[in-house]
DNA sequence: GGGCAACGATACCGTCAGGGTATGGATTCG
DNA sequence: CGAATCCATACCCTGACGGTATCGTTGCCC
């Protein structure tokens, strides 16, 4: 199988619509119906159910779309990776245009333990440049997987690990972030059942891998200054790794929750790399 | 990047000979010469370096050696995976030449568990039909990578578990198997600094992943049945988990270790399987 | 040191896969 | 029932890819 078939299929299960598949591969749209055509007979699989009006995924079809969407990822990352590996043997010296790492972390998550990270490592003799990405939550993985990443900070149980190496680096209770002067904060600590139906404070809804958002009351948010700021205005409370009390604006509060799951921070990459850079920074991070 | 290219590369990445690479690729020398420096041009990275007398890996190649082969196991993953789906949605009998589901474990691991586990599997009313294939240590991951294995039986901690999701079926302990009369079996147990020297009894060197052999003392092992062939003939000792032990030959005789490390069995797949089966089968193994 | 063998690169050519345009056939909707 | 929509088919054309022949370089060995 050619990844340019790959594509096609992806766009064709993507869009259930040929002419827009077209468009979105800049091709007409009949070599993209031969194409699809080619790909099934070599299969030996009917992928798509279509009349002339519908398009619709056979359960054959399914399978090659989410396994496909994997392959067009993994040659995605070898080609980055090996464009990076060239540059970073030739600059050595590793202008800013040119990092020797890239890490990948959650848009206002915690900083501290990212900045020690960063501060240890560059004083290593061997140290790279380092870029740091910030992304949407659960976003590291896929970083990771089309190789847009290196490296990522992840936090359990909120990010998967799954087909990824890790080492773990903290683990730290959760407070619910509350409007000061809010009468919980008077309590020292709080269960999750006193925090499940605050009037008037409900908790958000984050976003789902694929960007959309779940049903449900609770404010839509992206990153964590976000929810903050929904949470000083009044409209919703926040549960968060405890750490987030350093940098807590005056005009809120935490109150530790006893029984809200512990969150692990961990350093993780994909289990082939070889990277010598990588193999550092996470040993730096071991050592924190 | 096509995957033809991939492959191209790395065939030649792997032979350091484009002639040779060629005729394993199944054309003529120069149209290959062509497509790799093709490939570089579009990278934008010198991947080997080649005098007329020899080719050598750059840092660039090395990194899309091992990204390339992740990338084509993807493809072939995707591949294999979508043809099966087809036919077990066409044949929904699923004769054996149709299974639903290729389960992968070690040649002469223990069949205990997995007997347990086929049998309850079967007992279920949804249940596929199932195909075992048997394969050498370490290699259950590359099975599960490429499409040809949809779950797998591995073994903690000598098998890696990255890049899986796994479920926990069971943890021993382990014992040394020894030739029946040797005077360690009169002991009720033993430590490893008992049986890391025994005059005429070397542990055995099992494969790595590409096939070699580590060097060193001891025979060489494929498989357990190997090796226990091999202890019943006075030259290898072997430490091996204690369902070992239901099995055992007359000429055989058992002992255990007290601090050899505990192995734990796992069921695993990969990790974005969407297989109704699969899940099935998983949930079927945690509840034995 | 010069002839030779090995090996990758280059030159040149033919073929067919893949892309484009025009059009057909089926289904839905007003 | 006509019109619009949408996938499939027919047909042509270009260029990418593969093959053969040959060159240039580099070790090697007598």
Known sequence: ????????????????????AAQRLGIAQPPLSRAIQQLERR????????????????EAGAV???EGRAALDAVDAAERRTRRAALSATGRTGGPGHPGLVLATKASASNELLAK??????????????EVILCGPAEQERLLRDGRADVALLHRPFDSTARLHTEELSTEGQVV??????????RAHVHMADIADLPGLPLPRWPKP??????????????HGQLMQLVALGRACA??????????????????????PKVTTVIAWPP???????????RTAARL
């Not at 199988?1 to 827009?20: Q, S, W």
């Not at 549960?239 to 809200?260: F, K, M, T, Y």
């Not at 082939?272 to 996470?282: E, G, K, P, Q």
């Open 210 to 223: 694929d960007g959309t958002y779940p049903p449900g009351p609770g404010p839509q948010v992206r990153d």
């Open 64 to 66: 090659l779309l989410t």
């Open 43 to 58: 299969l030996g699989a009917v992928l798509l159910d279509r009349t002339s009006r519908t398009v619709a995924l056979t």
């Open 177 to 186: 972030v509350l409007p000061a002067g809010h009468p919980l904060t008077a």
């Open 1 to 20: 199988m050619e990844t340019r078939e790959l594509r096609y299929f992806v766009a064709v299960a993507e869009e259930l619509h040929f002419g827009r």
């Open 239 to 260: 549960v968060s790794p405890e750490s987030c009390r350093s940098r807590l604006p005056d005009d809120l509060a935490a109150v530790p929750v006893l029984d809200a």
């Open 272 to 282: 082939h790399s070889r990277s010598r850079a990588v193999a550092d920074l996470v």
């Open 117 to 130: 990270l960063l501060d240890a490592y560059a004083a290593e003799p061997v140290a790279v440049p380092v």
